[in-house]
């Protein structure tokens, strides 16, 4: 372990804000402790707090020093060091005053097996709870108090899930063996009553059915209580995104059949809400979006959306309702429509898309879903104008157990889907589409100051060769979305210099995020990829890099993203130097 000296100034601001006719002095703190561990005590002393006032004598001045020396062997013992030593000085030069702790740790003491008393509970039970404890505060570990304290929690937090929610700690013995240099924990604890699940009253609902809370409560009553189903049960309301608080509390005592009564209040958010967003981008230009949101239609809990979107490329209407448990719980239906108009580069494109999908929760943010929907577009491709009618039914599978929908920290994103496409208007025509998706999360330091986030996706067209697959529904890569640096759906196979899409891609994309204060961030990433001419990606093109830099503004709507990405093997005539997109939410 280092020897650190750390000196904490009264400096110049310090002193003028001093009382008149009171000492300046200066703290110290020696010993062999880390520098970590000395950023942990300083902030817990009176005599630092205190310093820029002074003191008003030398007895003052140790009887403040005498509070943190025992301030500070608190400290040591909750790091396991119950045999440390603490002694402080006082040292004058001249009108210089340093006040000295003279900080030894000692050896680190580790815990012993601890021992658990839980009369009238079952044998096997019992073994279970003292492995839990066992796993809590192993053998050998070091004896902090922190371990122990929340050895507390999981004792009580076993017992409430396994049917015993009113269980207390009577007694938590701490011996110390100093020969042995070992701390032995014994608690005592009181099980309290078996509890069942009792009658669940529903407070604060105003404009949702009550059967809408009701079918997302995971237990009945009768049921051995289980504080995991409560849980469960908050999860999927707060899902439902009508509530801005929901909360369950329970009982002081069982009823005369064992049974626990449950209390659950929720406070309903606004149910109606309205976005904006602005965006802009090198290679599309200004974009603008619109969208309006009724969560609780006919106080189902039914969901009708609008928006509108418009940018100089592409402009669109879209509509979508939602019915939640429909034919049984957990299942939704919902029906889509879309009018929309593209003109890009590759193509010119006006469609009108009506879909419908029955998707269903598995739990654990898994859902599967599928659908019908049917697609009436005209496309034109270098000139020649073109109509379809595609029928197609999609189907899809998305695992989703990230922290944020917005900002994401830890987690992960997986997502498949496939459908196959018949043309009404050629019935020659048919093809299958597939794409897979999947991005990686990771905290890296706490508090989200660093967050790696990974994303990886590809996919492929079946069944018809690339210019009999309409323009529209071929893959493309490149712009904010995919390859930041290149204008955008330009990575992939062109004719002369305009974009004509693909029939399979891949796509890779790394970011490091980095929090610098709570409002403002900056982000550094490499995004590659490329559309294919051939189902399977790989021949034929060359895959495209680009890296760059980004700024992020933490808003209360998600972080704004200001990115400026740079192009690592640019085309001649083709690239620009750089890219530079505006807009909310992270690129992934």
Partial sequence: ????????????????????????????????????????????????QLQPEGA??????????????????????????????????????????????????????????PRLEVPQLEAVLTAKLLESLKAALPEGAPAASQAILDADKRLLTFLADNGYPLSRIRERKVVVDHDVRRVRVTYRVDPGPRALFGPLRIEGLESVDEEVVRARIPWREGRLFDRRLLNEARNRLVALDLFSIVRFSTAEKVDDQGRLPVVLTVVERRHRTFRGGLSYTTDTGPGAKASWQHRNMRRRGERLDLGVTASPLSQSLSGAFLIRDYLRTNQSLQMEAEFSREDTDAYLSQAADALVTLQRNLGGGMRV?????????????????????????????????????????????????????????????????????????????????????????????????R??????????????????????????????????????????????????????????????????????????????????????????????????AFPLNRREGIDDAFQFYVSLGQAF
């Fill in 1 to 48: 372990m280092g020897i650190l000296v750390l000196t904490v100034f009264a400096g110049a601001t310090r002193v003028l804000g001093q009382v008149p006719g009171t000492i300046a002095y200066e703290v110290d703190l020696e010993g062999a402790l880390e520098k970590r561990d000395l950023a942990d005590i300083r902030p817990l002393l009176g005599s630092v």
């Fill in 56 to 113: 008003v004598s030398q007895a003052q001045l140790r009887r403040r020093a005498e509070k943190d020396r025992r301030t500070i062997r608190s400290w040591l013992r909750s790091r396991g060091y119950y045999g440390g030593r603490v002694t402080f000085r006082l040292e004058t030069t001249g009108e210089a005053v340093r006040l000295v702790f003279q900080i030894e740790p000692g050896a680190l003491y580790v815990l012993d097996v």
């Fill in 369 to 465: 879903g599928a659908g019908a929907g049917f697609r009436l577009s005209s496309v034109e491709e270098d000139g020649k104008e073109d109509s379809f009618g595609l029928l197609y039914a999609p189907v899809l599978f998305a695992l989703d157990n990230t922290d944020d929908p917005l900002d994401p920290s830890k987690g992960l994103r997986l997502q498949l889907n496939f459908s196959p496409y018949w043309d009404m208007l050629d019935l020659s025509l048919a093809f299958s589409k597939l794409s897979a998706s999947a991005s990686a999360y990771r905290e890296v330091l706490d508090d989200r100051r660093l967050v790696l986030a990974f994303k990886a996706a590809a996919g492929s067209i079946l069944g018809a060769g």
């Fill in 467 to 564: 210019d009999a697959v309409p323009a529209d529904i071929r893959f493309y890569v490149g712009g904010g979305g995919s390859v930041r640096g290149y204008e955008y759906q330009s990575v992939g196979p062109l004719e002369g210099t305009d974009p004509v899409g693909g029939r399979s891609f891949f796509l890779v994309n790394a970011e490091a995020r980095w929090k610098i204060t709570e409002r403002y961030g900056m982000v550094l990433f490499v995004d590659g990829g490329s559309a294919y001419a051939d189902a399977l990606p790989g021949s034929g093109e060359t895959p495209r890099w680009g890296a760059g830099l980004g700024l992020r503004y933490y808003s209360p709507l998600g972080p704004f993203r200001i990115d400026v």
